[in-house]
């Protein structure tokens, strides 16, 4: 009945009710395709009811962009920086803000494409999970354009592009993905999906045309193999020494005001916070030694060209965090974790070591992935991005989190012994010295120039013992100083 009633309204009630003061006016062209629709055999009450939801002459409406759980237990974000304003055009997929939680920094983007009408939050405010994030006025609704996902419907033409349906299977895709295919010429047929459902996502265009073009995606860990330059060849040996230029962090003068300051907790420091205090319900064995790292030196200046020509600048922290894996195998129990009711024991098969660095947001500690499969250039490689993603403040959780045995590499700073404090669940630690040029005597007995470093190990006295934190100290020592001795372990 409902069908009949609104086929036997009169023109000028169903002008009204299609252009409601919610839509804009309409024009006889656009009732042609109501009428298509209308005068299907079989009409149904919840086919019009969503007819007149995506009415292709429906007017834009404002639609609150909430800000998602982004995992990890977080209930609360800092935002660190808005990359949009108050009337900018966003489309899906631009970055909206940059928002930081106490594990990691995010870039959240849009779902909509449309007008940015409000802000609900200013820089450094305190915004909450499942509240409102800003408000977007989304643009009328294009004909053939859903909000939702959108189900490619069967090819009705031959154009290279339409490509809609492959061996009887639909590909699904919103219209700012099919867009983006279009514009690289890329059949949607030919991606493979990663989504719900098989759904296309824009890193799966991104993805499959750099497979095609031959391009290295900004996450991999192996870079591009570089020759050197023409130059770099005729060049006098000393400039072989010269290292990749780091940026260094900008000294800012300080202000005095004279009057005391109360701020809240924020980001990393409140993370710390919490971390420290866990880590003093963990009764810690200190354990230090001094390390010779001249043979260290030497073979690091040979490789530094080489390493140089492809792109990657070659530290000593790879030869550190390499060592420290090899002795890993051989004392497992320092890549463990303890359960809350210390019960249990957990061997980590992975090595995920971590790296202490001191950044502009506070202390943070990314971590190298499965270290024991990795050689040094590759390590190298990956703490050079590291690196650059934390000066940057880009660093997101999967870099953050996940870490099962930590290096301090306080020595950067200055220093030579320092007392480390365990990160939890992981249950030990190293903190590494500067590197001092002193007089040592060698096998014959003669005064020599060496390069010395100092370690400070920490160990969960609960389950390591000091002879285990010994042993696996002097392992690690030995690999160092005798760097040819590492080949005999290394896979």
């Not at 007995?445 to 100092?454: L, P, S, T, Y």
């Amino acid at each position: 009945m409902a069908a009949v009633t609104v086929l036997r309204c009169s023109g000028r009630f169903m002008g009204r009710l299609i252009c409601a003061p919610q839509f804009r006016s309409c024009t006889r062209g656009r009732f042609i395709r109501s009428d298509y629709i209308l005068n299907k055999p079989s009409l149904k009450i919840g086919q019009q009811r969503r007819f007149f939801r995506n009415t292709p002459v429906a007017a834009g409406q404002v639609l609150q962009f909430k800000l998602s759980d982004i995992g990890e237990g977080i209930t609360e974000v800092t935002v660190k920086e808005w990359y949009v304003k108050e009337g900018d055009t966003v489309s899906q997929f631009d970055s909206i803000c940059e928002v930081q939680s106490d594990k990691a920094s995010v870039t959240i983007t849009s779902r909509y494409d449309g007008v940015i009408s409000k802000l609900y939050y200013n820089v450094d405010d305190t915004a909450i999970v499942g509240k409102p994030l800003v408000d977007i006025e989304t643009e009328a609704v294009k004909v053939g354009a859903l909000e939702e996902d959108v189900l490619e419907a069967p090819a009705v033409s031959h154009d290279e592009h339409t490509h809609q349906e492959i061996k009887g299977q639909k590909t699904m895709a919103t219209p700012a993905v099919r867009r983006l295919a279009m514009e690289n010429n890329i059949k949607l047929s030919e991606v493979v999906g990663t989504g719900r459902d098989g759904r296309i996502l824009k890193e799966d265009i991104l993805n499959y045309l750099s497979k095609q073009t031959g391009a290295i995606l900004p996450l991999s860990p192996t870079p591009e193999i570089v020759p050197p330059p023409p130059q770099a060849r005729t060049a006098p040996l000393q400039q072989k020494d010269k290292t990749l230029p780091v940026a260094k962090p900008a000294v800012t003068k300080p202000v005095f005001t004279g009057k005391d300051r109360t701020e809240p907790l924020k980001g990393f420091h409140k993370a710390m916070v919490k971390t420290m205090s866990a880590a003093l319900k963990i009764p810690h064995f200190g354990y230090c030694d001094e390390i010779d790292l001249t043979q260290l030196a030497q073979l690091r200046e040979e490789l530094k060209s080489m390493a140089e020509s492809r792109g990657v600048r070659l530290s000593y922290m790879p030869f550190f965090i390499k060592a420290a894996s090899l002795g890993l195998l051989h004392y497992p129990i320092l890549n463990a974790s303890l359960d809350d009711s210390c019960q249990n024991i957990t061997y980590k098969a992975s090595h995920n070591i971590g790296l202490a660095m001191d950044t502009q947001q506070g202390l943070i500690v990314p971590n190298v992935k499965n270290v024991q499969l990795l050689s040094i250039f590759d390590i190298a490689a990956e703490l050079n991005r590291l690196q650059t993603l934390g000066a940057t403040g880009q660093l997101g959780t999967s870099e953050l989190t996940g870490g099962t045995f930590t290096i301090s590499n306080i020595g950067s700073i200055g220093g030579t012994y320092a007392k480390p404090v365990i990160l939890p669940p992981e249950v030990a630690i190293g903190a590494l010295g500067k590197i001092q040029a002193l007089p040592r005597f060698n096998a014959k007995g003669e005064v020599v120039k060496a390069h010395i470093m100092n370690v400070s190990w920490s160990a969960d006295h609960r389950i390591i013992d000091g002879a285990t934190m010994s042993r696996f100290s002097n392992l690690w020592k030995s690999y160092l100083e005798n760097p040819a001795s590492m080949l005999m372990d290394l896979k």
